[in-house]
């Protein structure tokens, strides 16, 4: 074989992998790619400038390859990856033949008049007007951006503020759920987008937002546009600033749960939202907050984690954390408030923020996150910087006003619950005649705070399915399953499932049946199979390994019964260390690294990310991409051998001890 190199390159106005052939045209078929050698090179590169200078692709970057009988062939898996499409998905990228990706846009048309209200918080006409001018904005930029005016390194600002990503096939967008909370009105929307702008399905994310795999550059302000129609949007899902406040799926259903978080986490929404002091700060920053005694959404593992809760006369409060946090340096926040009256969260939030934006690292990417600078100034020196920063800001600042608190409550559609009684014969007698459907219920649905309701979970994990991935169709369907079951509302989950939370227990079957007819009544959530996995390398530039494969084969590996048997068992997979799959708090987590070039993946036991939260142990040396289920098979078959009597595999873990599990590690 002949040896040289690629260029390779994205496409500026749809974001699409092309190549320079030997004329120096960019193609999109890597057969007609040519692969330059040490002598051609240079002129090549010249040429690849030349076409960048004219707004004609972006990031142009040579690849090494070989020539074989059927054309080039990269040396790098990334680039074969990006030559072809997602290994995850044949009916994308360059292996999917023509009109693979069908659409449906009778079924599900933009909305030509938007509702007054879309959503379950109530946009008021200035919201929604904003929203539109932002789009209006944005759209200019990319004129500009698209005509030369702006450089890609300074479009790139607005790009990320605005939710859109380059990434290793094409353009990323992801869209805000604020809080994890939809309506049916929204979720049609957000099919339509699918079917209209991208190729017919969204990716549901940790971060309990919504992630469009495919738009291009040029459609881009219109897709704000329509979701502006609905209140939605993709205001600052990227950059170094706030991003999506996250909270309990549950919230506001929840039957331990004590305070309602969404309020809250919608305050912040307001009050971050262009912040003008917090816009550009050292890195990304994230909140999350919950509202019951089990925590569901691994605030300690947040910038700012906030445990709302009641005292003694009922009055609202909260427990705050800072500096948590995954990735390269995965770190339990530190309490740094027991109690903060409902008045001042805000000033106490600020006050964090303003010490984190003057001392935190500008100059150095892997030091810029809260966690580190409160590891290096100590705990005790930050808490007592910020309970300083916060005194100065009570003197200025108004608290937060019962009135403001009471008015933001009041724009959410609370359910006009029935009254029901506890138990309901209906539900009693299909389930216990219909194992399929009770084995749904036992593991799909959460106690309601309400007599006779109850929250369905709905897996979007199939047996070989992509986590977090939901077709066009499903999305119309669940939305038609919202309204009619579920008071036209749904949630995200920071595990990429979605709920239905305020079903009647009466109607509980009928739902199944619906959701099984539809495909999406997988009796998985808690089990192995209800894995957290990245995009890994079949999407992202920044990953180093694939995730989404690794997580289907392990699932693939047990069947429905062992599944049972082997009980509650958490398995995030990320496909680099920026852990977007929180791989560190799974009992079992697997983070994927490039060694030599080719894909490598580290074991992690024992990690927690509820109110008990650790970050889990590396078990031993990395592991091959072929071995990894086997490997888990083995652990896993290890506890069944160890466990006592209705243990779980985190308790039993917790036990014997990591050492009884490095055997596993090894694979003939």
């Given at each position: 074989m002949n040896a040289g190199n690629l260029i390779s390159a994205n496409r500026l106005h749809d974001g699409l992998v092309v190549w320079l052939d030997k004329q120096y045209n960019w193609v999109?078929?890597?057969?007609?790619?040519?692969?330059?050698?040490?002598?051609?090179?240079?002129?090549?590169?010249?040429?690849?400038?030349?076409?960048?200078?004219?707004?004609?692709?972006?990031?142009?970057?040579?690849?090494?390859?070989?020539?074989?009988?059927?054309?080039?062939?990269?040396?790098?898996?990334?680039?074969?990856?990006?030559?072809?499409?997602?290994?995850?998905?044949?009916?994308?990228?360059?292996?999917?033949?023509?009109?693979?990706?069908?659409?449906?846009?009778?079924?599900?048309?933009?909305?030509?008049?938007?509702?007054?209200?879309?959503?379950?918080?109530?946009?008021?006409?200035?919201?929604?007007?904003?929203?539109?001018?932002?789009?209006?904005?944005?759209?200019?930029?990319?004129?500009?951006?698209?005509?030369?005016?702006?450089?890609?390194?300074a479009f790139k600002v607005y790009?990320?503020?605005?939710?859109?990503?380059?990434?290793?096939?094409?353009?990323?967008l992801r869209v805000a759920i604020p809080y994890g909370t939809l309506s049916a009105i929204q979720l049609r929307q957000l099919a339509y987008v699918a079917n209209r702008f991208d190729k017919g399905y969204g990716h549901f994310t940790t971060r309990q937002n919504l992630q469009f795999n495919w738009p291009t550059l040029t459609d881009s302000p219109e897709i704000l546009s329509k979701l502006a129609d609905v209140d939605l949007h993709a205001i600052q899902?990227?950059?170094?600033?706030?991003?999506?406040?996250?909270?309990?799926?549950?919230?506001?259903?929840?039957?331990?749960?004590?305070?309602?978080?969404?309020?809250?986490?919608?305050?912040?929404?307001?009050?971050?939202?262009?912040?003008?002091?917090?816009?550009?700060?050292?890195?990304?920053?994230?909140?999350?907050?919950?509202?019951?005694?089990?925590?569901?959404?691994?605030?300690?593992?947040?910038?700012?984690?906030?445990?709302?809760?009641?005292?003694?006369?009922g009055e609202v409060g909260f427990q705050i954390y800072a500096g948590g946090g995954?990735?390269?340096?995965?770190?339990?926040?530190?309490?740094?408030?027991?109690?903060?009256?409902?008045?001042?969260?805000?000033?106490?939030?600020?006050?964090?923020?303003?010490?984190?934006?003057?001392?935190?690292?500008?100059?150095?990417?892997?030091?810029?996150?809260?966690?580190?600078?409160?590891?290096?100034?100590?705990?005790?020196?930050?808490?007592?910087?910020?309970?300083?920063?916060?005194?100065?800001?009570?003197?200025?600042?108004?608290?937060?006003?019962?009135?403001?608190?009471?008015?933001?409550?009041?724009?959410?559609?609370?359910?006009?619950?029935?009254?029901l009684p506890e138990t309901s014969n209906a539900f009693a007698q299909a389930y216990e005649r219909d194992i399929e459907f009770r084995r749904w219920v036992d593991t799909c649905t959460?106690?309601?705070?309400?007599?006779?309701?109850?929250?369905?979970?709905?897996?979007?994990?199939?047996?070989?399915?992509?986590?977090?991935?939901?077709?066009?169709?499903?999305?119309?369907?669940?939305?038609?399953?919202?309204?009619r079951y579920s008071f036209n509302e749904l949630r995200v989950t920071h595990e990429q499932n979605l709920v239905l939370p305020h079903v009647k227990r009466d109607e509980l079957h009928a739902l199944w049946t619906r959701l099984k007819a539809g495909g999406l009544a997988t009796a998985n959530i808690g089990l192995i199979s209800d894995a957290i996995a990245c995009p890994g390398l079949d999407y992202c530039a920044l990953a180093n390994a694939r995730s989404v494969p690794v997580a289907q084969?392990?699932?693939?590996?047990?069947?429905?019964?062992?599944?049972?048997?082997?009980?509650?068992?958490?398995?995030?997979?990320?496909?680099c260390i920026n852990a977007c799959a929180h791989h560190h708090v799974a009992h079992i987590g697997i983070l994927g690294v490039d060694k030599a070039g080719k894909e490598n993946y580290q074991i992690t036991l024992g990690g927690s990310a509820d109110e008990n939260a650790a970050v889990g142990k590396i078990l031993g040396p990395g592991v091959t991409y072929e071995a990894v289920p086997q490997v888990i098979e083995n652990i896993l078959g290890r506890y069944l051998s160890l466990r006592h009597e209705g243990e779980r595999f985190i308790d039993t873990l917790g036990r014997v001890g990591a050492e009884e599990f490095k055997g596993a590690l090894h694979v003939d």
């Open positions: 999109d078929d890597l057969t007609q790619a040519h692969v330059f050698d040490a002598q051609e090179l240079d002129q090549a590169q010249a040429a690849a400038q030349e076409a960048q200078a004219a707004n004609l692709i972006v990031d142009p970057v040579p690849r090494a390859a070989e020539v074989g009988e059927a054309g080039p062939v990269p040396v790098d898996f990334r680039e074969q990856l990006r030559s072809r499409g997602p290994s995850v998905r044949e009916d994308l990228g360059k292996q999917a033949a023509e009109g693979t990706v069908q659409t449906a846009l009778a079924h599900a048309p933009a909305l030509t008049v938007a509702p007054e209200h879309a959503g379950i918080y109530r946009y008021d006409p200035s919201e929604r007007e904003f929203l539109k001018d932002r789009a209006k904005a944005f759209g200019q930029q990319v004129a500009r951006r698209l005509s030369g005016e702006l450089s890609e390194d790009r990320l503020m605005n939710g859109l990503y380059l990434q290793l096939h094409g353009y990323m899902t990227s950059g170094n600033c706030i991003r999506n406040v996250t909270t309990d799926q549950f919230a506001g259903a929840a039957k331990d749960e004590v305070v309602d978080p969404r309020v809250y986490a919608e305050i912040l929404r307001q009050w971050s939202t262009d912040h003008p002091e917090f816009t550009y700060l050292p890195r990304k920053f994230k909140i999350a907050i919950t509202g019951g005694e089990t925590d569901r959404a691994a605030v300690r593992f947040h910038d700012i984690g906030i445990l709302a809760r009641t005292n003694e006369r995954l990735g390269r340096t995965p770190i339990v926040g530190t309490l740094v408030r027991e109690w903060l009256p409902e008045a001042d969260l805000l000033r106490f939030v600020e006050a964090i923020l303003r010490v984190y934006n003057a001392l935190g690292r500008r100059d150095n990417i892997y030091k810029a996150r809260i966690k580190i600078l409160i590891k290096e100034m100590q705990p005790a020196k930050f808490i007592e910087m910020i309970e300083e920063e916060f005194a100065r800001i009570a003197l200025s600042h108004r608290p937060l006003s019962d009135d403001v608190v009471a008015a933001i409550r009041g724009r959410f559609i609370v359910p006009e619950f029935e009254t959460h106690e309601h705070k309400v007599p006779g309701y109850i929250s369905a979970v709905v897996s979007l994990k199939p047996a070989s399915g992509i986590p977090g991935d939901a077709s066009s169709t499903e999305m119309l369907l669940l939305a038609e399953l919202a309204e084969r392990i699932a693939l590996r047990f069947t429905e019964e062992q599944q049972r048997d082997i009980g509650p068992v958490t398995l995030n997979v990320s496909g």
